[in-house]
């Protein structure tokens, strides 16, 4: 990878787009690259924080593993997605495993570098502290989901989060463009895919969304959002 190519892995993201050239280019000055193999871990729950990292080819499963081994998936992140902000900030330990599906590559910045940058340039703070904040009030609604949303309005939530993610309009309608097996879908909701498949096929039968090969398009955005709100 070039340096204008980790450059433009940056400003591909709403973390550094909107950032001055001149500080993008420090930040892509400090990038360090890695490859991972399908399957392998970039880092563990409880590891301690290295530095803020960004998918540039492949995919990453962000997630935890239950003591019976049931697996929660937080997150799937797609080339563009940066994350670690969490332990980056605070140094506290990695809250969750993150592992590579398919071969992958990264960036990450180092967590000493990038705080020294912020400490140089305190104005930097504040958009920084902005994306911390979107996250913040996305968790709140997952948590406050989990506890009194049906079945069928947390998946309308979650269909509405991965768009706002990784919505492509197409002509066919608006396509989340990932990778998404229903299995997955099930752990990000803590539901078995039997239960997410039977909410799919109403969602299709309604004319909302279309499921095709791992993928997922939504047809009809306002019925979607009203089941979303509906509780």
Same mark, same amino acid.
């Given at each position: 990878?070039?340096?204008?190519?980790?450059? $433009?892995?940056?400003?591909?993201?709403?973390?550094?787009?909107?950032?001055?050239?001149?500080?993008?280019?420090?930040?892509?000055?400090?990038?360090?690259?890695?490859?991972?193999?399908?399957?392998?871990?970039?880092?563990?729950?409880?590891?301690?924080?290295?530095?803020?990292?960004?998918?540039?080819?492949?995919?990453?499963?962000?997630?935890?593993?239950?003591?019976?081994?049931?697996?929660?998936?937080?997150?799937?992140?797609?080339?563009?997605?940066?994350?670690?902000?969490?332990?980056?900030?605070?140094?506290? =330990?990695?809250?969750?495993?993150?592992?590579?599906?398919?071969?992958?590559?990264?960036?990450?910045?180092?967590?000493?570098?990038?705080?020294?940058?912020? $400490?140089?340039?305190?104005a930097?703070?504040?958009?920084?502290?902005?994306?911390?904040?979107?996250?913040?009030?996305?968790?709140?609604?997952?948590?406050?989901?989990?506890?009194?949303?049906?079945?069928?309005?947390?998946? =309308?939530?979650? +269909?509405?989060?991965?768009?706002?993610?990784?919505g492509?309009?197409?002509?066919?309608?608006l396509?989340i463009?990932?990778?998404?097996?229903?299995d997955?879908?099930?752990?990000?909701?803590?539901?078995?895919?039997?239960?997410?498949?039977?909410?799919?096929?109403? +969602?299709?039968?309604?004319?909302?969304?279309?499921?095709?090969?791992?993928k997922?398009?939504?047809?009809?955005? $306002?019925?979607?959002?009203?089941?979303?709100?509906?509780?």
């Amino acid at each position: 990878m070039s340096w204008s190519e980790e450059r $433009a892995a940056l400003v591909a993201s709403d973390w550094f787009r909107e950032l001055p050239p001149e500080v993008v280019t420090q930040f892509a000055a400090m990038a360090v690259r890695r490859r991972l193999a399908d399957g392998e871990m970039l880092f563990a729950q409880g590891d301690a924080p290295d530095g803020l990292w960004g998918v540039v080819s492949g995919r990453i499963r962000a997630g935890s593993v239950s003591g019976e081994g049931k697996e929660l998936l937080v997150m799937q992140f797609e080339p563009g997605a940066w994350f670690g902000e969490i332990s980056m900030f605070d140094g506290l =330990a990695r809250t969750h495993d993150a592992r590579a599906v398919g071969a992958t590559e990264m960036l990450m910045l180092p967590r000493d570098r990038f705080l020294g940058l912020l $400490a140089q340039q305190p104005a930097l703070y504040p958009h920084f502290v902005k994306m911390l904040c979107r996250k913040l009030r996305l968790a709140f609604s997952y948590i406050e989901d989990a506890q009194f949303a049906s079945l069928p309005a947390r998946l =309308a939530r979650r +269909l509405i989060d991965l768009l706002a993610l990784y919505g492509r309009e197409t002509p066919e309608g608006l396509l989340i463009d990932l990778h998404l097996p229903q299995d997955d879908l099930g752990r990000m909701l803590g539901a078995s895919r039997q239960s997410v498949s039977k909410e799919l096929k109403a +969602l299709e039968a309604g004319g909302v969304v279309v499921v095709d090969y791992g993928k997922l398009r939504v047809r009809d955005l $306002a019925a979607l959002q009203k089941i979303a709100d509906a509780g």
